[in-house]
């Protein structure tokens, strides 16, 4: 495997651990009953769209068939991933929850 051929395989696996994130992200919106759409928009207003979001929310599942994401968890992912904005915006949801 050359540069070009390890460096083109990174970036996939970074962008499907991206894709893993945002629906970790998305079901626990769901798992809460939340918005993921509404509180994405709060966290990066001049995002009009996201599709990486739209095709997460394709694959969520009901909440009452989910599986738990604890609050720490995810903001533990989205940590990961440098998505600060979105991480302060789940936190104040967090709060105004308890």
Known sequence: MDKKQLEEKIIQNYQGEE?????????????HDLNPEELYLR??????SN?????AMELVVPKDEAGAIGDETLLGV???FGNDDLAFVV????????
């Open 19 to 31: 894709k893993m994130m945002i629906l970790v992200f998305a079901q626990w919106c769901v798992n």
């Open 91 to 98: 936190t104040e949801a967090i709060a105004k929850m308890k």
């Open 78 to 80: 989205l940590s990961l």
């Open 51 to 55: 599709i990486a979001l739209k095709e």
């Open 43 to 48: 966290a990066y207003p001049n995002q009009t």
